[in-house]
């Protein structure tokens, strides 16, 4: 009896050191969290409602305009049932939080096709995996393939047939290849058949129909390249393109256009009169311009100087009712009224700069929603007056940090293009978190941000290429405190994301790098260099770029691109004072 017991006994104490082996076993091969670790921890929001973030696209009903749906460059898909008093998030769970356009079904409004992706090539852009449909009116979204486009520019649905579907996949920005080129479905999705090929290096960014007709088609390409030490903004892939037999075959359309090497463009079938297409092109060698074409596309006639950023903008859209009248979005929109000879600022009342998206009431054309780096904005009057949508949260942050005030700590970020900015974790009051207790503490678009963990009223902020501040939360006083170059030095070279830190081992003490090393330790009054080169002084021109080696006058070679050789990170140990550590975008990690 005594040995049965004892076998029992130790049946009973091994089985949990079995079982715990096996329970170990499994938490190494899954890691140390799962989603069981956060389930517990719900996020609130604190805002601020004061700002918004960049708009990529909009799908309107064209039956109630009071209902559409909102893409967000980096915030899914938001729609609205009452223009826009509320939002609701309708795509955030489907591995793709960047959306670069939307298609409403002209026959069935409750099917709506997004393309992943932002369709521009800004050096701080999201990625997608291809191509969504809804045929619930958002409740659900299914993957349609294409998911290595990348960058989606633009999708069509044929008005006679919703399975006929066109996408213009522009591919991904960073290297060659993928889902690059234009492709048809004529089964609503489930098959696709690329129509239009360029090359591993060249997309297609546009595609759109004549009203009359959808057999005839026309699409743009667009040959770009981004690396983090270059950007190539166009070249001789980029062209213009017709069909007449629904997307079977291609022609290129290109008399009266620059012979040049061209980079991105817009294009629009005027709705008046579809015969007349408008085309916005920048090119290389100064060539840049906008074109009309009277005859579909047979010749195109330049009607100004005019262009904007292909990178960045160059969308176009016609005036439902006027011939002549075109909207061009960009930094500040302007508006034709002659077919493009002459522009006009468009009103930007109270509005943010820097636009993307338009949809223009076809049964009231002074009335219009207009989308930017700012969020959403509604006009009755032409764009005299707007209506901010001040409750879309998709602001973009870059960087993010906390203080150690009592009893609630603040929550400080820097933005794209929408400031930086501080405010509460939580008030003592009970309307909670208002815009009011939020403050700006520097312009511009916003990077690194620290404050100082004894006083947690000197707080620093950081916009583009290094320009840092030291404001004071009591005065509400910013003071300029980057370093400059002595007489005789040159511009030393900074990252559009400056790396600025503060040292754990003194308050007052700052750590900030372009191509050099700086420390303050008066918290930034003076700095001293305390390196020397810390880069490998690559010319970044010796390497090639889509196979070939790109001129100095090829389609906006390095604009909007930082210098190259510079520091992209930095930091103390915790443990053993001035042990930094620094790398930069050339590939060269150092040790202080």
Not at 139 to 157: C, D, F, T, Y
Not at 569 to 584: A, C, M, Q, R, W
Request: net charge neutral; hydrophobic share 30%; charged share 20%.
């Amino acid at each position: 009896m005594k040995k049965l017991f004892l076998l029992f006994l130790i049946f009973f104490i091994s089985f949990p050191i079995i079982s715990q082996d096996d329970d170990t076993t499994t938490n190494k091969n899954k890691g140390p969290w799962s989603s069981s670790t956060f389930s517990g921890l719900k996020l609130r929001s604190l805002g601020p409602a004061f700002t918004s973030g960049r708009i990529a696209d909009f799908a309107v009903n064209p039956d109630d305009p009071t209902e559409y749906f909102v893409a967000a460059a980096s915030g899914h898909i938001w729609k609205t049932t009452n223009s826009g008093v509320t939002f609701k998030p309708v795509f955030d769970n489907y591995g793709a939080y960047s959306i670069g356009c939307l298609r409403m079904d002209p026959n069935n409004h409750n099917v709506i096709w997004a393309g992943t992706g932002e369709n521009n090539h800004q050096r701080a852009l999201g990625y997608g995996n291809g191509v969504y449909k809804t045929v619930d009116g958002g409740a659900s979204w299914k993957n349609m393939g294409l998911k290595e486009s990348r960058q989606i520019g633009m999708i069509q649905v044929d008005p006679r047939n919703s399975n006929i579907v066109f996408v213009a996949a522009e591919g991904s920005v960073w290297g060659p290849g993928g889902d690059r080129g234009l492709y048809k479905t004529i089964d609503g999705g489930k098959n696709w058949k690329k129509v239009l090929n360029i090359s591993e290096n060249t997309g297609v960014n546009n595609v759109v129909f004549d009203p009359r007709n959808p057999d005839i088609m026309y699409a743009t390409s667009e040959q770009r390249r981004r690396h983090v030490f270059t950007k190539i903004g166009g070249g001789p892939e980029s062209a213009v393109y017709k069909s007449e037999d629904g997307g079977n075959t291609w022609d290129k359309i290109m008399n009266g256009l620059p012979k040049v090497d061209l980079g991105g463009m817009g294009i629009a079938v005027s709705p008046v009169n579809p015969d007349i297409i408008y085309l916005i092109v920048e090119a290389a060698e100064g060539k840049s311009g906008f074109f009309r074409s009277t005859n579909r596309g047979a010749k195109w006639q330049k009607m100004s100087d005019y262009h904007s950023s292909g990178q960045y903008y160059n969308e176009i859209f016609c005036d439902p009712k006027n011939v002549d009248k075109v909207y061009s979005t960009q930094t500040r929109t302007r508006v034709t009224y002659d077919g493009g000879k002459t522009w006009k600022l468009l009103g930007n009342n109270k509005r943010h700069v820097d636009d993307h998206a338009m949809w223009i009431d076809p049964t009231n054309t002074n009335h219009f929603l207009i989308g930017g780096d700012g969020g959403v904005y509604e006009s009755f009057d032409g764009g005299k007056n707007y209506l901010f949508k001040s409750n879309l949260p998709i602001t973009q942050f870059y960087r993010v940090n906390t203080d150690n005030e009592y009893p609630f700590y603040n929550v400080y970020g820097g933005t794209q293009d929408n400031n930086s900015f501080g405010g509460p974790s939580q008030t003592l009051r009970r309307t909670g978190i208002v815009n009011s207790d939020w403050f700006v503490t520097n312009g511009g678009d916003g990077f690194w941000g620290a404050v100082d963990p004894v006083d947690p009223n000197i707080v620093y902020a950081e916009a583009q290429y290094g320009n840092m501040v030291r404001y004071d939360r009591k005065s509400s006083e910013a003071i300029d405190i980057r370093p400059e170059p002595l007489k005789g030095e040159l511009t030393y070279k900074w990252n559009w994301n400056t790396p600025l830190i503060i040292s754990p081992h003194s308050h007052t003490r700052l750590y900030t790098a372009a191509n050099f090393i700086f420390r303050s330790d008066d918290r930034g009054d003076n700095w001293t260099r305390i390196s020397n080169d810390i880069t490998s002084q690559i010319d970044r021109n010796t390497w090639k770029v889509m196979g070939k080696y790109w001129s100095v006058d090829a389609v906006r070679k390095d604009v909007s691109t930082s210098l190259f050789g510079m520091a992209v990170s930095l930091d103390e140990s915790p443990i053993k004072e001035n042990l930094l550590y620094v790398g930069t975008d050339d590939g060269v990690i150092q040790v202080s």
